[in-house]
T-cell receptor
């Protein structure tokens, strides 16, 4: 069964707006990571947040983690056309000793 | 710049004709991974090497094999490609733990005719 599931599956917003994507997972984790994938390309690591952290920032990105709800969110502020991509969360399910990727959110930024 | 390189970027093969995809890294990372990703799906881990130790995922078909002759290079061999093996194949590395940040190559798009 899927460890991480993103919501929504697809999101389309206007340039300049904020985009929020959510990830839920089933079992306890050591860390949760977010990746971006441009069409036809490899994945690019964005942020890693550990289970004892609640929030991390990187430029226009903000990631929160709520271990009690087993969920994380990725916020992209002031979106740009170049942010158009698929965004994946990946978790290290406790005991699995590997990263498991969710299905991803396809984000489209309209100019 | 340190990076993960995959060759070729696009590969076309015929049904049943063996094919090899290659990956190299200049990061000197211990762990190398091969993922299969089909359209609009999550990357699916096929196997990984921790240094020279090979670790196969339980649901990876026998049709898929891998070699890591040295730290820098890793190969994915598909012995008898079927139509269902058409996908993007992603190579990734991480420093010293399977739960660290992973660095991905650009991928090889495999088409099976």
């Amino acid at each position: 069964s899927q460890q991480g599931e993103e919501d929504p599956q697809a999101l389309s917003i206007q340039e300049g707006e904020n985009a929020t994507m959510n990830c839920s997972y089933k079992t306890s984790i050591n860390n949760l990571q977010w990746y971006r994938q441009n069409s036809g390309r490899g994945l690019v690591h964005l942020i890693l947040i550990r289970s004892n952290e609640r929030e991390k920032h990187s430029g226009r990105l903000r990631v929160t983690l709520d271990t009690s709800k087993k969920s994380s969110s990725l916020l992209i502020t002031a979106s740009r056309a170049a942010d158009t991509a698929s965004y994946f969360c990946a978790t290290d399910a406790s005991g699995a000793q590997k990263l498991v990727f969710g299905q991803g959110t396809r984000l489209t930024i309209n100019p | 710049d340190a990076m993960v390189i995959q060759n070729p970027r696009y590969q076309v093969t015929q049904f049943g004709k063996p094919v090899t995809l290659s990956c190299s890294q200049t990061l000197n990372h211990n762990v190398m991974y091969w993922y299969q990703q089909k359209s609009s799906q999550a990357p699916k881990l096929l196997f990984h090497y921790y240094d020279k130790d090979f670790n196969n995922e339980a649901d990876t078909p026998d049709n898929f094999q891998s070699r890591r002759p040295n730290t820098s290079f890793c190969f994915l061999d598909i012995r008898s490609p079927g139509l269902g093996d058409a996908a993007m194949y992603l190579c990734a590395t991480s420093g010293d733990s399977l739960m660290d940040e992973q660095f991905f190559g650009p991928g090889t798009r495999l088409t099976v005719l």
